[in-house]
Every structure is written in C-alpha cells, then in structure tokens.
C-alpha cells in the first residue's frame, strides 16, 4: 500500500503487507520548526481528542527529543476550534496541524492560519494549497517520489521474491517543501525564515514550492 494517511488505523500490519507510509513521526516537521524558530519551546497542535490523542502523544514525544513541547488544543468542531485558538493567544511559539478530521476541515484552516499570522508564530500545514492559503509553510510527501519507492517495493516482492511481512513498512522518501514568502517576511526581519526554511531543505534534499 502507499499514499495512506496513519496506515495503523486500518489494519495494514501483518505476515503479507508492506507499503510506505504517508505521514511520518513528526521528526522532519520538527526539525523544520526548530529551523525557522529557533528559540521556540510551545508548539500548539489544533485536534479532537476524540480521534487524535494518540497523535498527540506521539508528537510530544518526538517533540521532546528535540527540546520542544506538544500543547494539545482540543476542539470537537469549528466553534471550539476558534475559542481554543483565542484562549491560546500569546502562549505558543508554533503550531503544527495533524490530519485530523474535525480540524482539517477549510474553515479551520482558515481560522488557524488568520490565528498564526495576527500571533506571528510559524504554522506548518499538511498541504501546499494551504500554504498558498497563507500558511508559512508544509512539509509532505511527494507523489512521484512515492510512486517511484513503490516500483521499487514491488520489485523487491515480485522480483526478488522477498516476503512482504520481511519487508518493514517505510517512511517516504522523498519530501517536498512548500514556502509561503509573504508569510516568512511577517514572520522576520529581512525575511530570514524563509532563508532558514530554504537552508534546511537544501540540506536535506527536499523539492521546494514557493508561493508569493
């Protein structure tokens, strides 16, 4: 399998499956944080504990790992998701936004990014339409990358006669940075985000989208 978000929820683990993951740990979303904040402590994540608590806890364990902490908002619809958002003014220093049914939705989007644009804090979204929505920027998987590491896969499997159950489930390889510039300038003088953002991704081999 490939291109399936949070692929444990389905069952996809056994003796005769194998498949490329479509989200990942959160270690390359922080790490990207770090990046263009490097002084950030609080990373609000917008969610519904009804479906994502375990998300969040296995963000705020990576999260520490790199010296940063998750603050889970909890919200079970978009009214919530506003007041969550007004109560957390001038108490975080970033949001990520996770795949969360309730909080995925345009609305919400909407509101997060208005949210972290009048903060001025970084907001790292799933997708490069939400970036050109105003987001600073997402981190995701590449199509093609992915199809490519799927040949590659099946040919292991057909080919070579590996077992699938031998072979782990894999994170993508191939990432691709998308980079709001307008937002980055908000952000910092001289627009020195965008200029760390871009470092990061040149560093670690990331496509990159930009949007003005």
Same mark, same amino acid.
Do not use: W
């Given at each position: ?12 683990? +056994? /003796? ?5 993951? &479509? *989200? %990942? ?5 922080? @790490?990207? #944080? ?42 079970? +619809? /978009? ?5 969550? &958002? *007004? %109560? ?5 220093? @970033?949001? #990520? ?23 001025k804090i970084p907001f790292l979204s799933l997708s490069p ?11 995701? /998987? ?62 670690r081999g990331y496509s990159v989208k930009v949007f003005e």
């Open positions: 399998f490939c291109m399936v978000p949070y692929y444990e929820k389905y069952g996809l683990e +056994g /003796p005769r499956l194998t498949g490329i993951s &479509l *989200t %990942g740990d959160f270690s390359a979303e922080l @790490a990207i #944080l770090k990046a263009v904040a490097p002084r950030a402590t609080r990373v609000g994540m917008l969610l519904d504990a009804r479906y994502s608590s375990k998300l969040a806890e296995e963000a705020a364990a990576a999260a520490a790992r790199v010296g940063l902490a998750v603050v889970p908002l909890d919200a079970d +619809g /978009p009214a919530k998701a506003e007041r969550a &958002l *007004t %109560g957390a003014k001038g108490k975080l220093d @970033a949001m #990520l936004m996770v795949a969360d049914k309730t909080v995925g939705n345009a609305a919400v989007v909407r509101l997060l990014i208005a949210h972290c644009q009048a903060e339409s939400q970036v050109k929505e105003g987001a600073l920027f997402s981190l995701s /998987p590449g199509a093609t990358g992915i199809g490519r590491q799927a040949g590659r896969l099946a040919n292991r499997i057909l080919h070579e006669k590996v077992d699938p159950g031998a072979l782990a489930v894999a994170p993508p390889e191939d990432l691709d940075l998308a980079l709001n510039l307008t937002t980055a300038c908000l952000l910092g003088p001289g627009c020195q985000v965008a200029l760390e953002a871009l470092k990061l991704a040149a560093r």
